[in-house]
């Protein structure tokens, strides 16, 4: 079994050095049998994730994929906003270039949707917790801890992560 996969047996929870950001992505195929419009947008977000492992210092720090019918999308976790918007504007990266090529070839035509939301939580304003589970979520993302003490249920967990006024 993978360490991620190891279930942990008791009460976790998940910390990340400053905000959490989590940025959600994806796709909707609108029209399933315009698969040559759909295919180039499907294979330009595994080039980006492969790129962003390559490279950590751009500042991804976890990535899920997730799966529907029409609907694919991917839950990344980034170390900072600042991060994503450079990632998302540096014309040396292989974002900007697969997002004219969207606007270009696919635009507002409503062959596919696209979409992106983005939620930053200041330090303190997120907790999570785990139990008898792997790793998962910003578990993967950041640290854990056991749930215990000032960890021991969210207020707490809110309350011990907010800096000092």
């Known amino acids: 079994m993978s360490p991620m996969a190891e279930i942990i047996h008791e009460r976790v929870c998940a910390e990340i050095d400053g905000d959490t950001v989590v940025f959600l992505i994806g796709m ?3 029209k399933l049998w315009k698969v040559w419009r759909w295919l180039p947008v499907l294979v330009a977000m595994p080039r980006m994730l492969r790129e962003l492992a390559a490279h950590p210092e751009l500042g991804l720090l976890h990535t899920r994929p997730q799966f529907g019918l029409r609907n694919l999308w991917v ?24 997002w004219r090529a969207f ?25 999570s917790v785990y139990v008898n589970m792997p790793r998962f979520g910003l578990g993967l993302a950041g640290n854990l801890f ?15 992560l907010r800096p000092s006024p």
Do not use: C, F, M
């Not at 696209?114 to 997120?126: F, L, Q, R, S």
């Not at 021991?152 to 011990?160: D, Y």
């Open 75 to 98: 839950i990344q976790y980034w170390r900072s906003a600042e991060h994503l918007r450079a990632y998302a504007q540096s014309a040396n990266q292989a974002h900007l270039p697969a």
């Open 28 to 30: 909707r195929i609108n």
């Open 146 to 160: 056991p749930a215990k003490g000032q960890r021991a249920t969210a207020a707490k967990r809110l309350t011990a």
């Open 103 to 127: 606007n270009t070839k696919i635009g507002t035509n409503g062959d596919v949707g696209i979409w992106h939301e983005t939620y930053v939580a200041p330090i303190g304003h997120a907790e």
